[in-house]
């Protein structure tokens, strides 16, 4: 294992080497490798603070000598460090990697390092932030023609999105994708799951209108997904709020889950759709 010890000698050599005398491009060279060394002994010892801080110093030596690439690595390293024990240190870091990568046009690195950003707000419940990061990946890693890295993106964006009540945007992205998969053979199979999703949004606005009309669309878009239990889930759902049912609904949803496992996101959709329901039920309630 690393040795912290080890690590501060590597460390002081390193820093006497910048400060010292010596060829330009020389000095930040051997500083380089003995920082680089010190930050493996950090990062062996587990002393993810050190090793972060001394990948940073890398980094500037690399800024230095005008390696780019190097320097963003480096960059990216440190933020693997901190990551252990400090969001925000991490972000920064990963932030600095992704502006270096822009720059000598490595845009799929930077796309990369953009949606790792995106997971770390996310993971904080930054949805906000989490979305900035990850719309901004999906545009690079498009860019580059990476479409399966750009639309796994958008669809998270898309339910971040759902989860903070942005129904009509998170409809929007689901539908979005969906229209560009079917022209793909190797996604086609994921556009049941993608108007699943959106028409779950459409019953989550309560507007029993725009649910039987986004039906009528899916079919238009995908003549299959008439066939589908994800068709059957969302007829059987806007039946259940043209009558005002919650039992229906209810058993709808359970139907579906003993066939289909709901994942957590949809789920928790489907429980704000049922309370939507459950107060139009009291709205009708209160009128009679």
Not at 161 to 167: G, M, N
Request: hydrophobic share 40%; aromatic share 8%.
């Amino acid at each position: 294992m690393g040795d912290e010890s080890k690590g501060d000698d590597l460390l002081k050599k390193a820093e006497k080497k910048i400060n010292g005398w010596g060829i330009f491009g020389s000095k930040y060279e051997d500083a380089a490798e003995l920082f680089d060394k010190a930050a493996n002994q950090y990062k062996l010892a587990k002393a993810w603070d050190k090793a972060g801080n001394t990948y940073l110093k890398l980094a500037e030596c690399h800024l230095k000598m005008d390696s780019k690439h190097e320097a963003a690595s480096a960059c990216v390293d440190a933020a693997n460090c901190y990551k252990k024990i400090n969001t925000a240190d991490a972000i920064q870091c990963y932030d600095a990697a992704v502006s270096h990568f822009m720059e000598i046009g490595r845009l799929n690195m930077a796309a990369r390092y953009c949606k790792e950003i995106g997971e770390l707000y996310e993971n904080d419940q930054n949805f906000e932030q989490a979305i900035a990061y990850l719309e901004r990946a999906a545009d690079l890693f498009q860019s580059e023609e990476v479409t399966t890295s750009a639309n796994q993106c958008m669809q998270r964006v898309a339910q971040l999105a759902a989860s903070l009540d942005q129904y009509p945007k998170a409809t929007e992205i689901f539908e979005s994708i969906a229209k560009v998969s079917m022209n793909n053979n190797l996604l086609k199979y994921s556009v049941k799951g993608l108007l699943l999703n959106a028409g779950i949004c459409h019953l989550c606005k309560g507007d029993a209108v725009a649910i039987h009309n986004a039906l009528e669309r899916y079919q238009d878009l995908d003549p299959t997904f008439s066939g589908t239990r994800e068709h059957k889930l969302l007829s059987d759902l806007a039946s259940a709020f043209d009558e005002e049912d919650i039992d229906k609904f209810t058993t709808a949803v359970r139907e579906f889950d003993s066939m289909t496992r709901l994942d957590p996101w949809k789920t928790s959709l489907l429980l704000k759709a049922k309370n939507t329901l459950k107060e139009k039920e009291l709205e009708e309630d209160d009128l009679t």
